[in-house]
């Protein structure tokens, strides 16, 4: 048995240590640009929309958006990077030699999953430095903060892994973040409170699952949300249960892995 568990943990770290050299070998295309599109944001919001708005619950402009636009900046690493990785495997069919090999399906799968939590935390750092130069960062509730990263970092990779398994050709995997991920991070209270908007529309937002997660974040670092801090965490441990047996089921099943 304890050989077993070893061989599992070593397939986990080959995995693992896989994804983390893809991205930190081409770091100026991973990591870099994500720094220099939140800073625009930084600036165009921030500087020339912010001294316009004033402040928004109580707090300056730049600081309210801040917690937003590092989620934003989360979301979107971890979801591309597992998102993009898989299907190479896929398309390159080295996924079908893992999957006939004894490694369990759940370890391949905690593999690209912590690769992609591991690179929407590292730019979600990143972008909270440059954050730091347009405003005071001063995180009320280092935990919370923590938490929260780690489980939407975890849950968009999943989100990004069954992107992949469903993905038939390269144009597939941009298909939800272009017309799914953004328009429901735009639509998450990153620029704005929801409290803000006509009745209608802020019980729409509700349905918005992304506005849970900014807001948790907004609530580690200013003390502010729109929404309840622990049903927010709860959705998204809910979330990541189901959504990972899904992708063991697919898995398992092998829907859309082998040709």
Known sequence: MKELHRSWLISFYTIFSKELKRFLRIWLQTLFPPAITMALYFVIFGG??????????GHDYVSYIAP??????????????????????????????MLVSPTP?????????????????????IVTAVAS?????????????ITVVLLTAALFAICGFINAIFAKKFD??????????????????????????????KDLSHANPIL??????????????????????????MSIIVLFFICLICMHKSVGLRS
């Open 48 to 57: 020339v929309i912010g001294s316009r708005v004033g402040t928004m619950e």
């Open 68 to 97: 937003g636009i590092i989620m934003m900046s989360i979301i979107t690493n971890s979801y591309n990077n597992v998102v993009s990785s898989f299907f190479g495997a896929k398309f390159q069919r080295h996924i079908e030699e």
């Open 105 to 125: 399906n759940g370890v391949i799968l905690a593999g690209y999953v912590c690769g992609g939590i591991c690179r929407g935390a590292l730019v979600g750092m």
């Open 133 to 145: 130069c347009f405003t005071n960062i001063d995180i009320q509730h280092i935990g919370i903060a």
């Open 172 to 201: 597939d995997i941009s298909v939800i973040p272009t017309f799914v991920l953004a328009p429901l991070t735009y639509l998450g209270g990153i620029f704005y409170s929801v409290n803000l908007l006509p009745p209608f529309w």
């Open 212 to 237: 849970y997660m900014v807001n948790a974040l907004r609530y580690s670092f200013i003390g502010v949300s729109d929404v309840n801090i622990y049903f927010s965490i709860g959705m998204m441990v």
